[in-house]
């Protein structure tokens, strides 16, 4: 087969498919990297500065809420209506106090690196003087005198306290828009790795169409290539099947027409010079026999080359007369089942390959079924027909197929050209069953 | 007999239930003894925070007959939504398991915007008089002596002072045998300034009390002379930003001094430790009770105090809010406590419950003090919202398992009494003297109801009536350690704990099986340390300072 060595040569469709897993590998790994890193900066940013501003925010919002409870109670005191004098209220701006100064500590770790210190260190400066007014303030109502505290309260403390207020507000504001620019940056990663989610899909996408397409051309040339060499064979065989019987027709018309005449010719002269010499000698009639025995012997060769009886009579008249020219040669009892309406005409060459494959059928069967009996059936099914011949032997040598010999070859190849089944079975029950399907009206191909 | 697998299922609580059978039940005998009060929340539907506070109850024997009477707080109508006229209702114990409303004849069918109340004989004349704190003025009563009370609190000095109270107790804070008084207030707040809050965004619940300011608590100092002055300040207990609904007494660290805890709702607790010199110090952060073990400040409402686990350490019990558990501080003698509730059964069982009034007692008498706690929602939307909550809830009976942890017996005590309620205040006697003790309960806006402690586990009891002579008359503040078959259990006698509430002064100690108590020794608030030995059980015995037993009487029935 030198035609499908050198197709085979030509590409290499291996090379390609693991470049195309190569290209595809390569991406996903790119591409995990590419998310990874992106994961790692969502990370960072969340963690550095969303979290950590937050942190920073709610210490500010603890810092607010002491000055907001600082205020009520500066109210408190400098509104009246409290039975309570001005000094009973220690308690409670000591205790903001030094919540004030934990939450104070707390925020300067968690600051923002943008913060600057000026900004810094006035809040915690503004709240030094403000427990400076607040001692101050303590100290006069301590001494009972309350006018001289409230004003402090009033000139003083509250103005600071406004102040603070102020400063920590502000500073709540530049956290809040800090987190909405981390926000932003945060969206425009996820935009990011989105599109390139998008992208990457569709190399991807794209590497294992390019990839599948060619694999997918590939095979399609592959199963082109197959099914042009499989015709070019059954042409091959069917030629080479026709050759053969055009050859064994030619030859045997030869001998049937040549040879046959001749010696048809020789016997009748010998019959001839038998009859008119009274003493003919013992050699003559030997000389008749033999040349008796050499028609015969012709007329048999010829019959084998090429079944004339199948034009004589017809398939249905051939198998019957093959059955029992088998039969009486090897002894082989063979039940005949001919159709039960007579065979529809069928094309001549049509005919000879079934024939071929019945002959073939019967002759595998005495040579290598054992078997002392064998069935034989025609039918006719509208236009198909169904040869069958069974036998109850041995059923196939389990040796491969290789070394059957061409026999059940070319009863392939006749069945394929005909356009039939051929199928060879081995029952459970043991034997061989050769059943044959054909078209009846199947043309030569 | 063929035994399905069904009548396995059915039995296996009934063997469960007989396994731990609580050797008693709390039979309600609220219609039997004559109890027909209902609470009047004054609610008419615009959901003012007030009336979702409910009102306390006490038992208090104010005509020294011996018996135990029942009086209950109530609210009235808001101004411009008259409908009926409500009062606290005094019934008096007939000594047969029935009580008579005798409140018109005691002169206290007087209507106010009732909460709390706290009874103690503060002029030291043998009958105890009562303050009932109220949503404006608070009232102080003084009992005359004749079944008659008489409103002092203009006269007292208590007057003109409005605000928001809700527990208060008596206490003597300097030693010097005079009862002072101490008052929770709990946020500033009036109907002109009432908040709206929305669970569901359309309909008004009540506010927690995040939406308001907060108010100082105040301590009036008794003059002696029938009159108190405001020692908040000078005592060092001024904090405007508490939030408080409960109040108890201890001693910290054994001093003789007593201390105080307050229950904040939505803010810290207090725990004001007594210097001994009039003032006090704040140590509820460092000593551990001012958050939950997360740090959280709780919805603080009642709130006990008991040795519980018989270490001679007073330990706190506060209820909170529905998904926050009760609190249980253990406390380690030395000043600092341990929430054990997370760690243990009693958050489990307390942690989707909402709790008001709290009180320990030991109510199987099996000489370990059992909790009992009273349930209920604050809104009845809210609790519609908070999936797997109630408006009204099963109360909370948590039987000591003689100290390895507590197992809830709510159920089995009872049907009538494991019922779900509104609940709010809660309080304990024995009023018809059989050695046991009793359950008084209040709901929102619903029946106060009267349980029947009936034993059937043959345990034994022991009852102590205290009579302060140098010490104030009332004995609050004295613990009594009883000692018996090598146990040693403690109380103390106490006004305040639970929630609006009062529960009688005698102590009770269950005795188990034991016959008599080995030693008792009692220490008086004057300093004063008695001991007594082998002081026979079933029988109630009045001990008078320096006296000695003067009475002991069998228990009834």
Redesign the interface.
């Given at each position: 087969m030198p035609a499908i060595q050198s197709r085979s040569k030509s590409v290499n469709p291996t090379t390609r498919l693991l470049a195309g897993l190569g290209v595809i590998s390569a991406a996903v790994a790119l591409f995990s990297l590419y998310s990874l890193r992106q994961v790692d900066g969502l990370r960072a940013l969340q963690l550095d500065a969303i979290d950590r501003n937050r942190r920073d925010s709610l210490q500010l919002l603890r810092i607010q809420n002491n000055l907001q409870?600082l205020a009520?109670?500066m109210r408190?005191m400098t509104e009246g209506g409290s039975?309570?004098?001005l000094?009973?209220?220690r308690?409670?701006f000591d205790?903001a106090r030094v919540d004030l100064q934990d939450a104070l500590e707390q925020e300067r770790r968690l600051a923002p690196a943008a913060r600057s210190i000026q900004q810094q260190s006035f809040l915690s400066d503004s709240l030094q003087s403000f427990w400076d007014a607040m001692d101050g303030m303590f100290a006069a109502a301590d001494a009972g005198d309350e006018p001289e505290a409230k004003r402090l309260i009033r000139q003083v403390l509250q103005p600071r306290h406004a102040s603070i207020s102020t400063t920590v507000a502000r500073l709540l504001i530049s956290n809040n828009e800090a987190e909405q620019e981390a926000a932003l940056e945060i969206e425009r990663i996820y935009d990011n790795v989105e599109r390139n989610t998008y992208y990457f899909m569709a190399a991807v996408f794209a590497a294992i169409f390019l990839t599948g397409g060619y694999m997918v051309s590939r095979n399609r040339r592959v199963f082109g290539e197959i099914a042009q060499l499989s015709e070019e064979r059954q042409q091959l065989a069917g030629r080479l099947i026709t050759v053969q019987e055009d050859l064994f027709e030619s030859v045997a018309r030869e001998l049937h027409d040549e040879f046959g005449q001749a010696l048809t010719a020789a016997g009748a002269m010998l019959t001839r010079l038998e009859r008119k010499s009274t003493h003919a000698p013992e050699e003559l009639r030997e000389v008749r026999s033999v040349t008796h025995e050499a028609l015969e012997g012709v007329r048999r060769l010829s019959q084998r080359l090429h079944p004339n009886v199948l034009d004589d009579y017809g398939l249905e008249g051939a198998i019957e007369w093959h059955a029992r020219q088998i039969r009486d040669q090897s002894g082989l009892a063979i039940d005949y089942r001919p159709p039960a309406e007579p065979l529809p005409p069928i094309d001549r060459e049509v005919a000879i390959h079934i024939y071929r494959i019945f002959q073939e059928a019967l002759s595998n069967v005495v040579k290598h079924s054992q078997a002392g009996a064998a069935t034989v059936r025609l039918e006719s099914h509208g236009d198909r027909l169904l040869l069958e011949i069974a036998d109850a032997g041995a059923g196939f040598p389990a040796e491969p197929a290789a070394a059957r010999g061409l026999g059940l070859v070319a009863m392939r190849e006749r069945a394929q050209l005909i356009h039939g089944a051929l199928a060879i079975e081995q029952p459970p029950a043991g034997g061989t069953v050769v059943r044959l399907e054909a078209p009846i009206m199947g043309t030569k191909t | 007999m063929r035994i399905s697998r069904r009548d396995l299922l059915l039995a296996v609580p009934a063997l469960a239930g007989a396994a731990s059978a609580p050797g008693f039940q709390l039979r309600d005998v609220t219609t039997a003894a004559g109890l027909r009060f209902r609470h009047n929340s004054g609610a008419f539907g615009e959901k003012l925070l007030p009336e979702t506070m409910g009102a306390g109850c006490a038992f208090l024997d104010f005509d020294r007959d011996g018996w135990m009477d029942i009086l209950l707080v109530n609210g009235m109508d808001w101004p411009g939504h008259k409908r009926t006229r409500t009062t606290l209702a005094l019934y008096r114990n007939n000594g047969d398991g029935t009580f008579t409303d005798v409140t018109r004849k005691a002169g206290l069918d007087v209507e106010m915007c009732g909460l709390g109340v706290a009874v103690g004989d503060y002029d030291n004349d043998g009958f105890p008089d009562l303050l009932i704190t109220c949503l404006g003025q608070n009232r102080l009563f003084r009992n005359l002596g004749d079944g008659r009370f008489q409103d002092v609190t203009e006269k007292s000095g208590l007057g003109r002072r409005e605000s928001f109270s809700t527990s208060a107790l008596w206490f003597d804070s300097t030693g010097d045998g005079l009862l002072d008084l101490f008052v929770c207030n709990y946020v500033r707040w009036s109907p002109e300034i009432d908040v709206r809050c929305s669970v569901d965004g359309k309909r008004k619940s009540y506010c927690t009390p995040e939406a308001y300011r907060g108010e100082t608590c105040w301590l009036f100092r008794n003059r002696g002379d029938g009159t108190f002055e405001d020692a908040t300040a000078k005592a060092g207990l001024f904090d405007t930003s508490s939030k408080s609904l409960g109040a108890a007494l201890l001693d910290l660290n054994g001093d003789g001094r007593l201390d105080l805890f307050v229950a904040n709702d939505t803010q810290p607790n207090k725990l004001y430790r007594n210097r001994g010199n009039g003032s006090f110090e704040e140590i509820a952060l460092t000593a551990g009770v001012a958050f939950s073990e997360d740090g959280k400040a709780r919805a603080g409402m009642g709130v006990d105090v008991a040795d519980y686990d018989r270490s001679g350490r007073e330990s706190i019990a506060v209820t909170n809010f529905n998904n926050e558990m009760l609190a249980l501080f253990r406390g380690d003698g030395k000043g600092g406590f341990t929430d054990v509730a997370p760690s243990s059964e009693i958050g489990r069982i307390t942690r989707g419950s909402l709790g008001f009034g709290c009180v320990f007692a030991d109510f199987d008498l099996d000489g370990w003090q059992d909790l009992l706690v009273v349930n209920g929602h604050i809104d009845d939307i809210a609790a519609e919202a908070d999936a797997g909550s109630g408006y009204p809830q099963p109360p909370h009976l948590l039987l000591n398992k003689a100290g390895r942890g507590f197992q809830e017996a709510g159920v089995d005590v009872g049907s009538a009494f494991g019922q779900p309620r509104v609940g709010r205040g809660l309080a304990t006697a024995d009023f018809d003297l059989d050695g046991d003790v009793d359950v008084l309960m209040t709901e929102n806006a619903g029946p106060a109801k009267l349980f029947r402690n009936e034993q059937s586990a043959g345990r034994r009891a022991i009852r102590f009536e205290l009579q302060g002579v140098q010490s104030n008359r009332d004995a609050i503040g004295a613990r009594v350690v009883v000692e018996s078959g090598g146990s040693r259990q403690s109380q103390r006698v106490h006004t305040g704990s639970s929630y609006l509430s009062q529960s009688e002064l005698p102590l009770t100690f269950g005795m188990d099986r034991a016959e008599r108590a080995d030693r008792v020794v009692v220490e008086w608030p004057s300093g004063r340390v008695e001991e007594f030995a082998r002081l026979p059980a079933g029988r109630r015995h009045r001990l008078v300072e320096g006296k000695g037993v003067v009475e002991s009487l069998p228990f009834k029935g």
């Open positions: 409870n009520l109670s408190d039975p309570y004098p000094a009973a209220y308690t409670e205790r | -």
